[in-house]
C-alpha cells in the first residue's frame, strides 16, 4: 500500500534510520519520532497517521501506557507494537491497551513491510489473527484474549485470601473458578485430611445442592496423581460436554479439588485453564490458612495476609505463593523471576508520600498475575513467572524507572536500590532467591557507576570517555587474551542466554580469529559485531551492527551480559609501542548501563 503515512516512535537512531530506509524505498510517507512527546505532538500537528509504529521501551515513556493514550486521543489510530522475545508478555499488555498487531526483534527487512500492510488492511479495533504455523504469535493472541477479560485477577484473588470463614472461602473461591473458565456449573470438594477423603464444599450454578450432588470428586488414580502436581485437566464429562478438574495442590497433596462444567454445546472462556491455575496456586494458601490453629491457640494472633502500611500481601504471603510456584517451575521446566525494589530513608514528613508513590507506580507497572509484597515500608518484591534472566532485567529496569519517576512527582528525592534473582540461576528456594535480590541491591548501592556519574541515560560515547579515564596501559597481547577468553567461553558454557557485543575498533583480527575458531558451534548467547561491513567471520553466526556516529570507531568495546557472568573492556588508541589504555570490570550495574544504551543506540535484540 503506498503512500500510507507511517509514523515510527524508537528511541534507538538504527531502528529510524532502517524503518525510514525500508518503508521509504516502498513508497511510504514516514515520519519518525524518538520520543512518546515527540510522537504526541507529531500526532497533534498532522492529525494522526494511517499507521503507527511504537517500541514498547522508550526513554520518556512506557510503551504500553502510549498505545493507551493514542488510542484514547485517536480511537481509530492503528498501532503496532514492537518488542523483544524476551518481552513477550509486555506485548501482550500492549495488545490489550488497544495495539492491532505486534512484532517481535529484530525486525526482518522483508518481514517488517509485509507486516506494517496486513495491519493496514486491518480494522483499528480488530486483532491480528495468527499467521500459519505461527505457534508464538497463536499463544500471544490467546494470552491477548485471556488479557482482555482480567482485570485484576491477583487482585480478586487476593481479595479472596483475605476471607476469614470457610464457608465463605470455599463458595467464593467456586464462584471465581466458574467466572474465569466461563463454566455455566461448577462443585468444589476439599480434602478433609485423611488420605483420599473429600467433603463437597460448594456447588454452582444449576446443580442441585440437595444432597444428591456427588460428594466426592470422580477422578481416577492417573488423572489424581497429574492433579497432584498442580496441572489444570480438561477431557470430555459424562454427558458429552467438556469439563474442567483444578487442583488446589502443595508439596504436601491435594488440598482441593474443582470441577467445572462447560454450557451444553459451548467451551470454556479462552485463557480460562490458566487463568484457573493460577488461580488454583494461589488459593491453596489460603486453604493452608483457614487449615492452621485459630487466633489464640498459640497465644498469638494469624498475620494478616496484607499489610495496613502499604495495602500490599506480606513477605509470609510471598513465601508461600513462592514456594508453590517453585513447586511447578521444578516439575514443567519453568523460570520465576524475583524483583526487589529497595527505598533509600526517607525524610521525617515524606513517609506517607513515599509510600503511596511507590505503591502505585508498583501498582500501575505489573500484571494483575505477578504477584506484589512488601517487607516493612521500604522494601518490596515482585515475581514473576516464565521469565528468563533478562526479562528478568527489563522488569527490573522497568520498575526502576516508574518508582523513581512517581517519587519525583510527588515530590520525594530519594535513592531506590533494585536486584534481580531467577529460578534455577540463582536458587531453587525462596530464600536463595531473596538474598541474591538483595545482594544485587548491596551491589548497585556501591557500583562505580555512581562514582563516574554513569545512568541508565549517559550516552555510550560519554560512557566510553569515562571509562577510559579510569583506563591502565596494558601490553598489546591483553586485548587480543581477553577477545579469546570470551569468544571461547561460548563452546564451554552452550547454554548460557544472554549477549557477547564486539566492536573491534582496530583490534580486527585480534576479535575475529576466535569468531572463526569457533566454527559452527551451537550456542545460545547472541552475538553482535560492529564491523566496517567487510570484514565478517566465517563459522559462528552473527549479527552485524554499526557503531552510532559520534562513537570513535578505532575504539574496542566487549560487553557480555545474561547468565554468564558479566563482562565489559573497553580500550583506547594504542602508544607507538603498542601499549592501550583499557578499562575492564565486572561491575554488573555499570554492564547493564552499557547493555541497555548499546541497545537503545544501536539497537539488538536477544533471544527469549
Known amino acids: 500500500m503506498s503512500q500510507a503515512r507511517v509514523l515510527a516512535i524508537d528511541d534507538q537512531p538504527y531502528f529510524r534510520r532502517l524503518v525510514e530506509e525500508l518503508l521509504g524505498a516502498r513508497g511510504y510517507a514516514v515520519t519518525t519520532a524518538a520520543s512518546a512527546q515527540e510522537a504526541l ?36 489510530q492503528r498501532v503496532v507494537v514492537l518488542s523483544s522475545i524476551s518481552d513477550v508478555r509486555a506485548a501482550v499488555a500492549a495488545m490489550h491497551a488497544g495495539a492491532v498487531d505486534y512484532l517481535l526483534k529484530p525486525v526482518d527487512r522483508e518481514g517488517l513491510p509485509a507486516a506494517l500492510e496486513r495491519a493496514l488492511a486491518r480494522p483499528a479495533d ?8 505461527d505457534a508464538e504469535h497463536t499463544r500471544l493472541i490467546e494470552e491477548h484474549s485471556a488479557a482482555l477479560r482480567q482485570v485484576s485477577l491477583l487482585d480478586r484473588t487476593a481479595a479472596l485470601l483475605t476471607t476469614s470463614s470457610r464457608d465463605a472461602f470455599e463458595r467464593d473461591l467456586l464462584a471465581l ?29 444449576d446443580l442441585p445442592d440437595d444432597g444428591t450432588a456427588p460428594q466426592v470428586p470422580d477422578v481416577d488414580a492417573a488423572t489424581e496423581r497429574e492433579l ?17 478438574l483444578v487442583p488446589c495442590a502443595t508439596g504436601d497433596g ?23 491455575g493460577r488461580v488454583a496456586g494461589l488459593a491453596a494458601v489460603g486453604l493452608e490458612r483457614l487449615a492452621r490453629p485459630v ?77 506484589v509484597a512488601s517487607e516493612g515500608t521500604r522494601r ?101 587474551e581477553a577477545a579469546e577468553l570470551l569468544v571461547g567461553e561460548l563452546s564451554c558454557r552452550p547454554r548460557d542466554r544472554g549477549l557477547l557485543f564486539l566492536a573491534p575498533g582496530d583490534q580486527t583480527r585480534a576479535v575475529m580469529d576466535p569468531l572463526t575458531a569457533l566454527g559452527d558451534t551451537e550456542t545460545a548467547t547472541d552475538v553482535f559485531v560492529a564491523t566496517d ?29 545474561g547468565e554468564a557472568p558479566a563482562y565489559a573492556l573497553i580500550a583506547g588508541t594504542a602508544r607507538r609501542n603498542g601499549d592501550r589504555p583499557v578499562f575492564h570490570s565486572s561491575d554488573p550495574v555499570l554492564i547493564e548501563h552499557v547493555t541497555f544504551r548499546l541497545r537503545a543506540e544501536i539497537g539488538f535484540g536477544v533471544r527469549g
Open 41 to 76: 505532538e507529531a500526532l497533534e500537528s498532522s492529525g494522526g497517521f494511517d499507521l503507527v509504529v511504537t517500541d514498547l521501551m522508550l526513554s520518556d515513556a512506557d510503551g504500553i501506557e502510549t498505545v493507551r493514550r493514542l488510542r484514547e486521543r485517536w480511537p481509530a
Open 295 to 371: 487466633a489464640g491457640a498459640d497465644g498469638t494472633a494469624p498475620e494478616p495476609i496484607r499489610d495496613p502500611r502499604t495495602g500490599l500481601p506480606g513477605r509470609s504471603f510471598l513465601e508461600e505463593v513462592a514456594a508453590i510456584e517453585l513447586q511447578k517451575a521444578q516439575r514443567f521446566g519453568r523460570r520465576v523471576c524475583l524483583v526487589c525494589v529497595e527505598l533509600g530513608e526517607v525524610a521525617a514528613g515524606s513517609e506517607a508520600r513515599a509510600l503511596e508513590a511507590a505503591v502505585g507506580a508498583l501498582h500501575r507497572t505489573m500484571r494483575g498475575t505477578d504477584v
Open 254 to 276: 491435594l488440598l482441593a479439588v474443582a470441577r467445572l462444567l462447560a454450557a451444553a454445546g459451548a467451551g470454556f472462556a479462552p485463557g480460562g485453564e490458566t487463568a484457573c
Open 177 to 205: 473458578l466458574c467466572a474465569e473458565a466461563g463454566a455455566s456449573e461448577g462443585l468444589l470438594w476439599v480434602a478433609t485430611g485423611a488420605t483420599g477423603a473429600y467433603r463437597l464444599a460448594a456447588v454452582s450454578g
Open 126 to 133: 480488530r486483532p491480528a489473527a495468527p499467521a500459519a504455523g
Open 380 to 480: 518490596f518484591w515482585v515475581m514473576v513467572t516464565d521469565a528468563d534472566p533478562l526479562g528478568g532485567v527489563v522488569l527490573k529496569r522497568r520498575l526502576g524507572q516508574r518508582v523513581r519517576q512517581a517519587l519525583r512527582e510527588a515530590g520525594v528525592f530519594i535513592p531506590v536500590s533494585l536486584g534481580a534473582a531467577g529460578y534455577p540461576i540463582d536458587g531453587e528456594r525462596f530464600d536463595a532467591l531473596r538474598e541474591e535480590g538483595l545482594r544485587q541491591v548491596r551491589e548497585e548501592r556501591r557500583s562505580i557507576a555512581h562514582e563516574l556519574g554513569i545512568d541508565a541515560e549517559t550516552p555510550l560515547a560519554e560512557i566510553g570517555q569515562r571509562l577510559l579515564e579510569q583506563a591502565v596501559w596494558v601490553p598489546p597481547h591483553f586485548v587480543a
Open 533 to 561: 561491513g567487510e570484514t565478517m567471520p566465517s563459522g559462528t553466526a552473527v549479527t552485524a551492527l554499526g557503531l552510532p556516529p559520534d562513537v570513535a570507531p578505532e575504539t574496542t568495546w566487549m560487553v557480555r551480559f
Open 228 to 244: 497432584c502436581t498442580g496441572r489444570v485437566v480438561t477431557r470430555s464429562g459424562s454427558e458429552g460436554g467438556a469439563e474442567m
